[in-house]
């Protein structure tokens, strides 16, 4: 992955997202919000996205955990009327240090499958991990490319394997606030840009250029999505 710190560091625009025990996300330091759809190419695979709505910039906000706010993506306070239990599972995150490595002759691909969302950009020209394996073939690597950085979660990381860089996009740092249309799901919310993520008692997650936060109640891996919202 790109910057894995333990520590959060003081940053300039201040931005920062903060888990509250069994209550929403609290956004902080005038972080974007935007709403985006993913978007199918003629054959119905997942190819691009595009950007429906952004909603007029706030310097705190409050953003629905539980999944049953009538004003999503903002918390109306629903989660103290149900109940909602929203205990923070992921910890340490153990699966960031354990990916599965796919080494092809010009990329390398680590999959950190436990982040997987299900955004299925990997899927297009026979996924990613053969366009891996074949990519000293340019146009397998510039898809191999184009998938990996189309993963929200960060699940799917691309390097170089001459240089040992990894290959990231860059990303203005915001929340963007993920719909698929074509099968009618509401995904999580895509942080970008390195925004901290902290825990409900202080700790800091691993800072990382993308990842995703569960906005239905239903993940198992909470803060984080796991894919959940597909099945409800």
Same mark, same amino acid.
């Given at each position: 992955?790109?910057?894995?710190?333990?520590?959060? $560091?003081?940053?300039?625009?201040?931005?920062?997202?903060?888990?509250?025990?069994?209550?929403?996300?609290?956004?902080?330091?005038?972080?974007?919000?935007?709403?985006?759809?993913?978007?199918?190419?003629?054959?119905? !695979? %997942?190819?691009? &996205?595009?950007?429906?709505?952004?909603? $007029?910039?706030?310097?705190?906000?409050?953003? %629905?955990?539980?999944?049953?706010? @009538? *004003?999503?993506?903002?918390?109306?306070?629903?989660?103290?009327? +149900?109940?909602?239990?929203?205990?923070?599972?992921?910890?340490?995150?153990? &699966?960031?240090? *354990?990916?599965?490595?796919?080494?092809?002759?010009?990329?390398?691909?680590?999959? !950190?499958?436990?982040?997987?969302?299900?955004?299925?950009? %990997?899927?297009?020209?026979?996924? +990613?991990?053969?366009?891996?394996? @074949?990519?000293?073939?340019?146009?397998?690597?510039?898809?191999?490319?184009?998938?990996?950085?189309?993963?929200?979660?960060?699940?799917?990381?691309?390097?170089?394997?001459?240089?040992?860089?990894?290959?990231?996009?860059?990303?203005?740092?915001?929340?963007?606030? +993920?719909?698929?249309?074509?099968? #009618?799901?509401?995904? $999580?919310? &895509?942080?970008?840009?390195?925004?901290?993520?902290?825990?409900?008692?202080?700790?800091?997650?691993?800072?990382?250029?993308?990842?995703?936060? %569960?906005?239905?109640?239903?993940?198992?891996?909470?803060?984080?999505?796991? #894919?959940? *919202?597909? @099945? *409800?």
């Amino acid at each position: 992955m790109t910057d894995q710190k333990k520590t959060v $560091p003081e940053q300039k625009n201040g931005m920062k997202i903060t888990v509250t025990k069994n209550g929403p996300y609290i956004v902080t330091g005038g972080v974007p919000l935007i709403r985006m759809e993913i978007c199918n190419d003629d054959e119905g !695979y %997942c190819r691009t &996205w595009r950007e429906v709505e952004r909603f $007029p910039v706030q310097e705190t906000y409050a953003l %629905c955990r539980c999944g049953h706010s @009538q *004003h999503k993506p903002f918390c109306d306070g629903t989660h103290a009327k +149900i109940g909602f239990f929203g205990t923070e599972i992921a910890g340490s995150e153990p &699966w960031l240090r *354990h990916p599965l490595i796919i080494k092809g002759p010009v990329l390398e691909l680590l999959d !950190y499958e436990n982040l997987c969302v299900h955004a299925r950009f %990997c899927m297009r020209a026979g996924g +990613i991990w053969n366009l891996t394996e @074949q990519s000293d073939v340019p146009e397998a690597r510039e898809t191999a490319i184009e998938e990996a950085c189309n993963c929200p979660s960060g699940r799917l990381v691309l390097k170089d394997q001459r240089t040992g860089k990894t290959i990231e996009p860059e990303m203005e740092p915001s929340i963007v606030v +993920i719909e698929y249309p074509p099968r #009618g799901e509401h995904g $999580p919310l &895509w942080v970008r840009g390195g925004i901290p993520v902290v825990s409900a008692d202080g700790k800091p997650y691993h800072i990382r250029n993308r990842l995703t936060l %569960c906005r239905c109640g239903k993940s198992e891996n909470k803060p984080f999505c796991d #894919g959940s *919202h597909i @099945q *409800h």
